[in-house]
């Protein structure tokens, strides 16, 4: 398991944008996992940043070995603390997240945290692409969806061309033997 995991994104458009995106990136089709975000501290420091505290909830299962030994309202949820420091001078912005329950007791898989900063970012990029009047990549499951409906109707298609050249091959052998 890993205790740390660091992830860089660079996103394309206007620094005002993304900023905006930012604190707008809950809800989203990417991150139905995070349930609430609340501000605990804002402030601006001298040199003009914005430091910010932020805590979210999300909902991620415990392994099923640990689920037993805590009640069932707390063994699906997650406390996610986020602290961020914007600098409008130079334009970056830099966030440190940490789970903050269980963490005593236990680490949760790294797959499973790039999973969900796989979602968070690309929840993130669909907020910014909605704010650039652009439309937002689709989700998985909607690629998903339309994948399924494509392979469906190429399977109809493909069964009915079947039938029709069965029966133009029976009609042939028939007209054969006659």
Known sequence: MGKYFLTLSVLKGPWDQVFAAFWQR????YSKH????DIIHREVTEDQKLLSRRLLTKTNRMPRWAERFFPSNV???VYILED????PMNRT???FTWNINHARLMEFGLARFKSNVTKST??????LAKMQGEAPSKTLVETAKEATEKAK????AATEKAKDLASKAATKKKQQYV
């Open 84 to 87: 961020s420091i914007v600098d």
């Open 93 to 95: 912005m830099t966030t």
């Open 153 to 156: 109707e190429t399977a109809l």
């Open 122 to 127: 690309k929840g993130f990029e669909y907020v």
């Open 75 to 77: 063994a699906h949820s």
């Open 34 to 37: 995070v349930l609430t975000e």
């Open 26 to 29: 809950y809800p989203n089709p």
